[in-house]
Each structure stands twice: as structure tokens, then as C-alpha cells.
């Protein structure tokens, strides 16, 4: 039997090192064991990928707030895991996939847009720009968005910092919020 996949899923966490935003404590040693990281756009500057690299191998997608060179150069990006199809966007309105994002909300043709954003039907959609962390059951498919590690929704009420853990395993996949 197959060794389950283990994705860490990040997004805004906006790593400015020079502007004194980095990661918070314990965080990168949450991302071990990961055999994957997923980055979904507003990671900041290169310093920040590197520092993920070290941990594992990194694939994503850009957001707003990323620095040209850092190894993220796409909009999109579709991955096959475990025999599963991921799709991965920054903001899920722009794509035109929904209309909202918190709560995630789908356009009508949502099915369609998908098909033609990640050339297929998916199976997990990941997407961000929220900076709170949400798991929903969307049209069938898993959708989530991790939230932020630096800067989560409600910090300044205690919030924590979020990442999702998406694991693969016998052609199913599952996701947990994971608290920093």
C-alpha cells in the first residue's frame, strides 16, 4: 500500500525579512514531514520560498504581493497527486470560479470555468486571498483555503496563524487546518 501524501498548503504570509515580517515562531517546523509545499500567491519576497525549500519541494501559483524571481511564475497550476487532480489560484473571483470567497461562493458556471482554467474536471481546488482559513465541499470537490501563518483574520482578536495539511491517500484526499 502506497505511503500517504502529505501537502503543506500556504498563502499570505507576506515574508518581508527587511520589514521585520517573517515567520512566526514554530511555524517552519510545522511544515516538516510535509512532502510537499503548495504556495497560493502573496508569499512576499524569495527569502521566504527559500526558507520553504529548505523544508521540502515547492510549487504555486503567484499572488499580488510576490517578488519576480522567487521560482513562482503562474497564475494557475494544475498537479496530479495520488491520482488526484489539484488546481490552484490566488483569488478564486479574479478566476472567475466564484463570487465570493468568504464564504466561498461559485459563479453559475462554475464547472465550465473550472474545466477551462485547468484544462479538466478537479478533484481539490486550493485557493487564498482571504487570509482566513476555510474547508468547504464545493460542487464535489474539496476546497481550501489555508489562511495565513503571519497574518490571519481576527489577529488582532488572537487568531492564530494557519496553514492547511492536505493528505492524499488511496485515491481520496482530506484536509485539516493547522494552527501555528
Known amino acids: 500500500m502506497p505511503k500517504p501524501i502529505v501537502i503543506a498548503v500556504l498563502a499570505d504570509c507576506h515574508i518581508h525579512p527587511g520589514a521585520g515580517l517573517t515567520w512566526p515562531a514554530g511555524a517552519l517546523d510545522a511544515l516538516k514531514g510535509a512532502d510537499r509545499i503548495i504556495t497560493l500567491g502573496d508569499m512576499g519576497e524569495a527569502a521566504g520560498l527559500a526558507d520553504l ?11 499580488e504581493d510576490d517578488e519576480p524571481g522567487g ?6 497550476l494544475t498537479l496530479e497527486e495520488g491520482g488526484l487532480f489539484i488546481g490552484c ?15 466561498f461562493v461559485t459563479e453559475a458556471d462554475y464547472l465550465e470555468a473550472e474545466e477551462d482554467l485547468f484544462d479538466g474536471p478537479l478533484d481539490v ?3 487564498a486571498s482571504t487570509h482566513k ?27 492564530r496563524g494557519t496553514f492547511a495539511r492536505l493528505v492524499i491517500e488511496d485515491g481520496q484526499a482530506r484536509a485539516e487546518i493547522v494552527e501555528v
Open 53 to 63: 525549500r529548505a523544508i521540502a519541494p515547492v510549487a504555486g501559483v503567484l499572488g
Open 71 to 76: 521560482g513562482v511564475d503562474t497564475l494557475t
Open 89 to 103: 489560484v490566488f483569488d478564486p473571483v479574479i478566476a472567475n470560479l466564484a463570487q465570493s470567497k468568504a464564504p
Open 125 to 127: 481546488l486550493l485557493c
Open 133 to 159: 482559513a476555510e474547508i468547504t465541499d464545493v460542487n464535489g470537490r474539496l476546497t481550501v483555503d489555508p489562511g495565513s501563518l503571519t497574518l490571519p483574520t481576527g489577529k488582532e482578536d488572537g487568531a
